[in-house]
């Protein structure tokens, strides 16, 4: 089965940045994007990037558009979400998940525990 780990949320300025980390173990064939899901208490899933992850082709919302960036490590089987130019309304859970497409950048097979990100002076 494909898992997913995420690390590396905390607090952070506004302003700031951080860099995301999605450790996959179990990947198949099939497990061809990572997609990168952020929730707020009682809101909704919102995507914010997603990668192919051999071709390394990458998509995001035009919300996120130039402020988010993901890549991958595939000798350390790792995507990362580099986070720039935060504010507060960023601060929500992060989430990695694993599917054959990215499709609408918010629904995917498999889900990682998530990371807390929080934006605030």
């Known amino acids: 089965q494909v898992h997913l780990v995420e690390s590396g949320g905390g607090l952070v300025r506004p302003g700031g940045s951080l860099r995301l980390s999605c450790e996959i173990s179990g990947a198949t064939l099939d497990t061809r994007v990572i997609g990168w899901v952020r929730q707020a208490p009682g809101g909704g899933r919102e995507g914010v990037a997603c990668?192919?992850?051999?071709?390394?082709?990458?998509y995001y919302p035009p919300s996120v558009k130039g402020r988010f960036t993901t890549s991958t490590d595939n000798a350390k089987n790792t995507v990362y979400l580099d986070l720039n130019s935060l504010a507060p309304e960023d601060t929500d859970v992060y989430f990695c998940a694993a599917d054959s497409s990215c499709g609408n950048l918010s629904e995917y097979a498999y889900w990682g525990q998530g990371t807390q990100v929080t934006v605030s002076s």
């Open positions: 990668i192919h992850i051999s071709a390394g082709s990458t």
